[in-house]
Structures are given as C-alpha cells and as structure tokens.
C-alpha cells in the first residue's frame, strides 16, 4: 500500500515537471532529485512486496513511508496552493520556499528512511500510532515504544500467516458469485435488470424458509409481525431473500415491499422507500409525520408483506410502527435482526426465529459450491482438508463464503492438495471460541491474502454508509482520484479499476447489487461485518486510512473537531452542516465525502466551511449538500481531482473552475434543464469525466486544444453537437446527448467518433409537449459511431418502422427503448436484422402487436436477454425469439401475455425435456411480484 501512495507522488512530480514547469521555476533540480529516490523507492517496495518475509516490522516500516510520503505530498500542494493565491505578487519568494522545503524533505525525511529499509528491517523503529500523526513520523533518535521480539521479522517461519499464500493478482473468471445468494441484501426484483441471486445454491435454509413462510400464511386478526434472528454473517438477510422470491409467497401478497434500516436509519428515507412501490411523484419534501399517514394509508387494504432488513434498536422499531394499519388483518412485517430484544419489542406474543448455524455436513456443501460451484467435482486428494477447513469456519455461511473466495484462486494450483493444506493450518491460526470474532478472523486472513494494490481499494468500502447501494461508477472514479489505482500496460485507468472491483467481488468481499445490460456491475454492496472490518482496518491506529465521523448521544462529534487535523479522509453521513459550524481545520485532509440519505440544505453563509477547513482536498463528494449557487469557493481547491455538487438552480460552470487544473471528474445534480460551460473545457488537460442529466452547452468559440483524455460526456445539448467539439472529444467512450434530436439526422458529425461505445438520446424540445411533436425520423446507419455497442433511446416517439434503421448497425449489442421511445400498435422486425444485438429492453410503449419475418434470415440470432416493462397492451413476442432467448424480464404486461409464455414454456419442456440453452441453461423467466396472478 506504501508503494501506491509513492508511484501516486511520484506521478505528481512527475506532471509538475512537465505540464507546470511556472509554478516550480527554481525548485526544479530538487524535484528532479526527488523524483529520483521515488523511483528508487518505489523499485525496493515492488521487490518487497514478492518476498514472503512481510510481519508487523514490515507493516510498521510500510506505514513510516507512507506518512513521509504524505508529508511530501502536503509539502508540495502547500506550496503550491500559496502560489495560486498570490498570483499578483512576485513568485520569487515562493519559489525558493518551495525549493527549500523539497531539499530538506529530502534529506530529513525521504533519504533517511530509505536507508534504513535498504540496511535492513531489524533496526526499524515502530511507530506508536497514539504518537505519531500525519505529519510526526519518527526520527532515528527516538527510541521505540514496543521491542518486543515477536514483532521482528519471522524470515522463513512456516507459522507466519504471510508465509502461507502468497497475493495472487489473477481474478478467477466465470465463477459463479455465490455471495449474492447466501448474503445479499436485495432489491425489490422490478428494479433488477437481471437478478444475480442463485435460490438453487443456498445451504441449510429450505427447512427454515419452509417455517417462516407457515407463519406468515396464518390467518390472523390483525397485522402480524414475524422476525428473524442471528448473528451478524448467519443469513438472515439470505432467509428472508429467499422468503421474498418463494413462488407461494409472491402469490399470497400482491404487494411485497423491501426496506433497509440497518443501525444509522432515517426514517424520512424508510418512508419513501414504502411510498416507491405505490407512488412516482417526489415526496421529499414531507416531512416525517406526513410521509408516516401516507404510508398508512397505502398499506389499510391489500395484502402486503413488508421485509424491514436489518433493525437494529427498538428505537427504530417505535419510530416505524405508527406507520402501520394494525387493523389490516391481511398484512404482514417481516423483521430481522441480531438482537432479539428488538424481536420481541416489536412482537411480545411471538417468540422470534432463531436462524441456526450450518451443521459440518451444511457447511461442506456450501464450500464446495463457493469453490466449485455444481461444474466441478472436489479432488478427493483435497477432501479431507476442506472438510476440515469447513468445519473451522463454525457454522457460519459468511465465514465460508469469505474463505472459499481464498481456495477458488488455489482451484487451478499446480500443487492443489499442498495449498489446501496451508489453507487449513492457517485458518486454524485464526480462529476464536467465539463465532463473531472467528468470522472477523477470517475477514482478516482474506483480507490479508489480498495483493497491495487492491487492500486500500478494499478497506475504502467502508467510508460508504451502511447497507447503502454502492454505485460502481462513482467508486471507480474516487479509487482512481484517490491514487488507488496504478497505470499498467495498455489499459485504462477505469479499465484497471473495474478489474480489481472484478476481484474483490471473486474473492466474496464485495456483492454485486444490480447489473448493467452488458452483466458489468452496476452497484454493489459489502456486508456489515465486512464494513466494520474496514473501518477498523483503516482507522488512525493502523492504517489512518480515513475516519467516518459522527454525533454521540451528547451531541459531540467523534472524533473531535480538535482532532481533524490527525486524518488524511472524512466521511460523514449526518449532521453535516453542525459539524461544519464548529469550523474544523484539516490542514492534511484530502478527501471530504458525504453521503447523506437525505438532502442538506446549506444556507449561504455555510458555503465557504468547506474549502476554509480543507485547503487541500482531491476529493468532494457533496452531492446530498444543496447549494444555492454554484459556491465559487470551491475554486480555490486547486488539487481537486473529483468533484460531485448539486444545486436544484445550477445552470453554469464558470470560468474560474480552470484553476482547477487536476479535474479528473465533475458530477453535477441539479434539476436545470441546461448547464452552460462558461469555462473553455478544452484547457482542461486532467478531465476525464463531466456528467449531468440537463443538456450541456459548450461554446463553439472555445480555444483550448486538449480533450484526449475525455471519456464522457453526459449530456451534451442537440444544439451544441458541432464537429469542432467531437474533433476535440476524439477520444470519447460515453456519450449523452439531450434536445432536439432532428439536428443530429443531416450530419455526420457521430460518424468520426470511433471509440464510442456508449450513446444515449433523449428528445427534450420544451415546452412544446413532446407526444405531439414526435422526432420524425433517425439518422442512416452510416453516420451512427461504427463501433457503438450500447444505445438508449428515450421520449423520442418515433414509428416502430424507423427500427429497421438501428437493426442495420453491425456492432449493436445492447438496445434500451425508454419512456414511449417507440410508439404505435404494430411492429414487424425484418428479416437479417440485429446481428449483434444481446439484450433488449423496451419500457412504456403503446405495443400491441410485434411479429417477425425470418427472410432471408432470422433477426435477433444472439438475443438472449428481452426486458418489457409497462408493455400494457402487448399481447405475445415472436415465437422465433425462444430460439435464443435465456431471460425473459417483465413487469405490468397483460395477464394473458403472462399466461400464455407460462404455458409455451410448459409445452416446450414437456417437449424436449431438460433441454438447455447456452451456458444459462434453460429459458429463466422473471416476473414482478403481484404481476403473476
């Protein structure tokens, strides 16, 4: 991890020296220099890092050059921070200063402590953490707290967790992700485009579900709450998954709902998470009380059956249960949580579910389906230790699950049996009597078996709120502004990034929540013990990773606002603007994330508490905070690398947001229908990302020569689609584009665009009402980017016959057809069309009819994915389409659509028994709950 954070400087140097050679007139040979014993640096760390011989001496010296290396990098952005703020006076002085403190970091800081990593580890000093902050690495002089002697290196010791596995930084491909089907916490499935979990290969539960499910089908004279508990890591949330998709319970309650409290609940969000299964319009802006009888009221006469996932206090339990119709005898709640206390508050004449842990027998089964899911049969030369290693996990299907993420990397090993059998003596080093320290235990070992790339990207997790949904755009992006993320050959950034997310989801340490089209994640989600492991791991006694900050019971912040300056990143998700007030200072914090599950209001005297206390930050995440207006402040923050404001008025970026000259990434939110760059983007040598719904207007005088590293652009007004930009946007993979579309059919200016791979458009021509001025037609094949893979659609209201047009473009893979992109009663697909097309998704069309013709040859000969949702009127989909067709998605379609595609798919396999298709077996189909009866 010392090694990401010194190629992370080193990369800093290195573009000082070439793109801002004026800020540094003078300090150029102390930074050449500098650069220098980086590398050097950097090569001893990449040698260390493929030696075995790595205990807590090593881990100490780690943390040392990482502070040192913190402490150059504060240096350096200090410096030139002061520089741009007095730009009116002479540099002069600056510039010596600079050169100054780079020549004593050097010698006081940076050569010392290589050279004594060259000498050898066992006259290291060892940090005292309570000691030693950001900015107080130890000198030599100073004795070290802690000699003991099991802290030094273990060279050689076969007892040595280290010496047990070495990283692996290959991610074992086509695995099936097991986590999601034993600990996921879900989505209601209408919001699943394909739904990840595996009900076949959950363990142990069949005879628990079974049990619950009686309960909850009981009649009874009221409104009856049933709870589940367990221990954090047995599966309660799996039960109750599995519970949620059962055949029977989906046709006993029309309405199910699914709601996350987890331990930092709002129950203004609980509430409109209730109302979203009944209501669209925005209902933000009631307050508690008000969204408390709307809920009640929606829920007095069906049949509901409402999950309430993770409820940790009575407390929550009292706040939520005003909002429920006793009186509805047909309504159930199902509860979980790990404490029973909370069980029996909400429900005292009924004894709780208590889930049991998974016998040895269970517990086998379940780790052989991790590692080898039902493709692969288990060596029997490696039974006996996976036996062995399945009985130490205690019954507890995350500990299994976070293990068998270990043993799938040693699946393929030269040598299995031998690898096993380390496996096994290592777990045993781990282990405690008590069952949750033992779960933590293995956390650790997995956690420890991660290669150093990918540990601070893991620990990172944690800064995310409980069970939140994780999207895994944003986390890509903040890895790469953080520095997590190092180039390699012939690949991208984000390219690396989506591979070390790949590997930690392989691993099990992270789930996947929803995923796109393509079957990319989407969102993703870790576990509670798993969070808590992070935040652990990374807080200031060990990794001084970052520090989630929050308000005690007596209205203090933790930690305190004095103690701000120890930390190098904030996460906070209340409470912002209080603590914000008390005007911390974080001189060295680089990073200030906030993701409230509900929106701040910042009044304007509020506006410069951010850039006042963090003078240094490459990271804002305040996109829950409301501003006013742009806060121009935010400016001055010359090291931001990602940026994500928002602002029901934002209308403008202005000028000053190129002092910002490290942008990697701007995410606005604001509800303005257009967002006007006032700035010239093209000087914005670092931008990679820009992205917000309303239409993005860019001037076509704009002088600036850069946009290589441009990646998307999301979304660009219709009228600003000139050559001019997209000859500077060369580069560009994603691509929106909002307005009047009409102007994109006369020009080729998409035609030049070769990498895209991504586009969207939306028809927006307000106030004029859109049905009644429907686009007329789209542009010929030929001027669509020649290697577009995926295209949405939306409010574009164009013939079915204008279909012919897409169904020409070879590269097509993924078709999204949204909010009446399409309208009228009958299509017919045409012979030899859709080559390439793998998924389709239409959502909210007049459809009635939709036939197709297989002159000269069928369309759709890779389609295997076909999405319909509010399809009101559609009747049947071509019968050719079950050829390949392998999900069938559909939600609010007519009954007898319903009907008829469960009794073809009845004929079929009474007709060819246990015929499959391709490599996801038979035709799945998935149908929202309530739309089956």
């Known amino acids: 991890m010392a090694e990401a954070a010194v190629t992370f400087l080193l990369e800093n140097v290195q573009k000082l020296l070439v793109d801002h050679i004026n800020l540094i007139s003078g300090a150029e040979a102390e930074l050449r220099q500098l650069q220098n014993e980086l590398e050097l640096m950097k090569a001893f760390l990449m040698e260390s890092a493929n030696k075995r011989e790595k205990g807590e001496v090593f881990r100490q010296h780690e943390r040392q050059i990482r502070e040192v290396v913190y402490k150059a990098e504060d240096t350096l952005d200090a410096c030139l921070t002061q520089a741009a703020a007095d730009k009116s006076k002479s540099f002069t002085f600056r510039r010596y200063d600079l050169a100054k403190k780079v020549k004593a970091l050097r010698e006081q800081d940076v050569q010392p402590i290589f050279d004594r990593a060259r000498i050898g580890f066992s006259t290291l000093p060892i940090a005292d953490p309570s000691t030693s902050g950001p900015h107080k690495p130890r000198t030599d002089d100073k004795k070290p707290k802690d000699t003991r002697p099991d802290l030094l290196p273990c060279f050689g010791n076969p007892n040595n967790e280290e010496d047990v596995l070495s990283p692996s930084s290959s991610c074992p491909r086509g695995k099936p992700v097991l986590l999601q089907a034993l600990l996921v916490p879900p989505m209601p499935i209408h919001f699943l485009m394909v739904p990840l979990l595996r009900e076949d290969n959950v363990v142990g539960f069949d005879g628990e579900a079974e049990t619950v499910i009686n309960k909850l089908t009981e009649e009874s004279a009221e409104l009856e709450v049933i709870s589940i508990v367990g221990m954090p890591g047995l599966g309660k949330t799996t039960l109750a998954w599995k519970i949620y998709r059962d055949p029977k319970i989906q046709y006993e309650f029309p309405t199910l709902i699914w709601v996350y409290v987890s331990q930092d609940y709002n129950i203004k969000e609980v509430f409109l998470n209730i109302l979203k299964k009944f209501t669209q319009p925005d209902m933000s802006h009631c307050d508690e009380n008000e969204l408390a009888r709307k809920v009640r009221s929606y829920l007095e006469k069906p049949k509901f059956l409402l999950f309430m996932d993770d409820v940790w206090t009575g407390e929550a339990w009292n706040h939520i249960e005003p909002a429920l119709p006793k009186s509805n005898k047909s309504g159930r709640v199902l509860i979980t949580s790990r404490d ?57 299907p995350l500990a299994i699950v976070v293990i068998g993420g270990i043993l799938v990397e040693k699946f393929s090993s030269s040598d299995m049996k031998l690898e096993w059998e380390k496996v096994s003596a290592s777990v045993s080093s781990h282990l405690s009597y008590d069952k949750q320290k033992r779960t933590e235990n293995i956390i650790l070992l997995s956690y420890n078996k991660l290669s150093y790339n990918l540990r601070d990207c893991f620990l990172y997790l944690g800064m995310f709120p409980e069970d939140s949904e994780i999207s895994a755009w944003k986390l890509i992006r903040l890895w790469i502004a953080e520095g997590f993320i190092q180039q390699e050959p012939n690949k991208g950034l984000e390219e690396v990034a989506e591979e070390y997310l790949e ?71 209340s409470y912002v603007v209080d ?32 850039p006042e206390a963090f003078s240094l930050l490459r990271v804002l995440d305040a996109n829950p905070i409301k501003f006013a207006k742009f806060p121009s402040k935010i400016t001055q923050l010359i090291h931001l690398r990602y940026i994500a404001l928002s602002g029901d008025q934002f ?36 931008l990679r990302h820009l992205k917000t719904k309303a239409a993005i207007i860019i001037s076509k005088e704009a002088k600036g020569k850069a946009g290589e590293n441009l990646q998307t652009l999301s979304r660009l ?24 579309l009409s102007n994109l059919v006369n020009t080729r200016c998409l035609a030049g665009l070769d990498r895209l791979q991504k586009l969207k458009l939306v028809y927006d021509v307000f106030p004029n009402v859109i049905s009644h001025t429907p686009l007329r037609e789209l542009p010929s094949p030929d001027r669509f980017p020649p290697n577009l893979r995926i295209l949405k659609l939306s409010c574009t209201y164009l013939d079915w016959k204008h279909m012919a047009t897409l169904g020409s473009l070879p590269s097509l893979e993924v078709l999204k057809l949204k909010e009446n992109a399409f ?73 007898s659509f319903v009907q008829f595609t469960r009794l073809n798919m009845a004929e079929e396999s009474q007709q060819i028994p246990g015929q499959q298709r391709g490599k996801a077996g038979a035709l799945k189909l998935i149908i929202a709950p309530g739309d089956g009866r």
């Open 651 to 686: 209308n403008s970026l202005p000028d000053a947001i190129l002092k910002l000259w490290n942008l990697q990434t701007i995410r606005i939110d604001t509800l303005s229908r257009t967002f006007e760059i006032k700035a010239d983007i093209w000087k914005m040598l670092q």
């Open 340 to 396: 029973e206390k909370v069980a029996r508050h909400a429900n005292k004449l009924r004894e709780p579910h208590r889930l049991r842990f998974l016998d040895p027998p269970e517990s086998w089964e379940l780790l052989q389906l991790e590692v080898f899911s039902r493709v692969d049969k288990c060596p029997k030369n490696v039974e006996i230790f996976g036996k062995d290693i399945a009985k130490q996990c205690g019954g507890v």
């Open 503 to 573: 590997e930690l989801i392989a691993r099990n340490l992270v789930m996947v929540d929803k995923t796109k089209a393509k079957g990319d994640v989407k969102t993703c989600r870790v576990h509670d013990m798993i969070r808590e492991f992070c935040k652990g791991q990374a807080a200031f006694a060990k990794q001084n990773l970052f520090q989630e900050v929050k308000k005690t019971t007596e209205g203090t912040f933790f930690p305190s606002v004095a103690d701000v300056p120890n930390y190098r990143r904030l996460c906070i998700h």
């Open 717 to 740: 007004s219709a009228d600003c689609c000139w050559e001019e930009v997209f000859n500077k946007a060369s580069n560009i993979k994603n691509l929106g584009i909002r307005g009047k």
């Open 823 to 895: 309208m009228g009663k009958f299509w017919n697909t045409v012979g030899n069309s859709f080559p390439s097309l793998e998924v389709l998704h239409i959502a909210r069309t007049d459809l009635e009819f939709w036939t197709a013709s297989e002159e000269p040859s069928p369309p759709f000969p890779k389609l295997h994915c076909l999405v319909l949702k509010n399809c009101e009127k559609l009747e049947e989909i071509p019968v050719l389409l079950k050829r390949s067709l392998q999900v069938l998605d559909i939600e609010r379609v007519p009954k």
């Open 579 to 610: 603590f914000l007030r008390k005007k911390p200072k974080g001189p060295f914090v680089r990073s200030f994330v906030c993701f409230s599950k509900e929106p701040i209001i910042f009044q304007p005297d509020c506006t410069p508490l951010i």
